[in-house]
């Protein structure tokens, strides 16, 4: 898993196979691209490796994005998933981990992508925004999506209300999501991802 803050995200995954003997997906390891990130500790806290490959000391994107994906072969991951990370790989993540890397971002896509989508969408006085499930492709918040669910925006919101709902939303969803892709439940056909419903 790929984080750069909190990891309440990582933590709802962690909680989803605490609680359920059959979760099918077994993390092993938390790389954040900063040092003082509060997920490392709640992954260390759960016995899992957590790793700091520092966006500040790497010279391009390009190093960067390799070193995160030596990280993730030598410790043999089958699936990606971006937890709040807010880096951009460059297209060797995608070229070594295809239809392998899930990310979840707080909007509607293709409504306000990028790393201020709670922000954006309130600014432009949307009623109805979200949260988005998707495969990471080659640009950023493109890929194909795997699941989708709306959040009411109320007219006294300020961006930490409306992000506050929106995780809750993103803590029930996101482990289901990374349960599906982990037991191959979801077929990627052009841009639409089939769900098989076993
Ligand atoms: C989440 O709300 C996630 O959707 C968002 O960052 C937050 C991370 O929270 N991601 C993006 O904005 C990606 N563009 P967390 O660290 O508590 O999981």
């Known amino acids: 898993m790929l984080i750069s803050g909190s990891g309440s995200n990582l933590q709802a995954i962690l909680d989803a196979r605490a609680n359920d003997p059959d979760f099918p997906a077994q993390p092993v390891l938390v790389v954040s691209d900063r040092p003082g990130a509060g997920g490392l500790l709640r992954a260390t806290a759960a016995g899992i490796s957590a790793e700091v490959v520092d966006w500040s000391d790497s010279p391009d994107?390009?190093?960067?994005?390799?070193?995160?994906?030596?990280?993730?072969?030598?410790?043999?991951?089958?699936?990606?998933?971006?937890?709040?990370?807010?880096?951009?790989?460059?297209?060797?993540?995608?070229?070594?981990?295809?239809n392998a890397i899930v990310n979840i971002h707080p909007a509607l896509?293709?409504?306000?992508?990028?790393?201020?989508?709670?922000?954006?969408?309130?600014?432009y006085g949307v009623k109805t925004t979200g949260v988005t499930v998707?495969?990471?492709?080659?640009?950023?918040?493109?890929?194909?999506?795997?699941?989708?669910?709306?959040?009411?925006?109320?007219?006294?919101?300020?961006?930490?209300?409306?992000?506050?709902?929106?995780?809750?939303?993103?803590?029930?969803?996101?482990?289901?999501?990374?349960?599906?892709a982990a037991t191959g439940r979801l077929r990627v056909q052009g841009r639409s991802v089939i769900w098989d419903e076993r």
């Open 61 to 98: 994107r390009e190093s960067f994005t390799a070193a995160i994906c030596d990280l993730l072969d030598a410790h043999k991951v089958e699936l990606v998933v971006l937890a709040g990370f807010m880096r951009i790989l460059s297209q060797e993540a995608v070229r070594r981990f295809p």
């Open 109 to 123: 896509l293709p409504a306000f992508p990028g790393a201020r989508a709670v922000e954006e969408a309130l600014a």
């Open 134 to 180: 998707h495969f990471v492709d080659e640009h950023v918040d493109n890929g194909p999506i795997i699941a989708q669910e709306p959040v009411t925006v109320m007219a006294a919101d300020t961006v930490e209300t409306l992000h506050r709902r929106i995780q809750t939303i993103e803590h029930r969803l996101y482990p289901k999501c990374v349960a599906a």
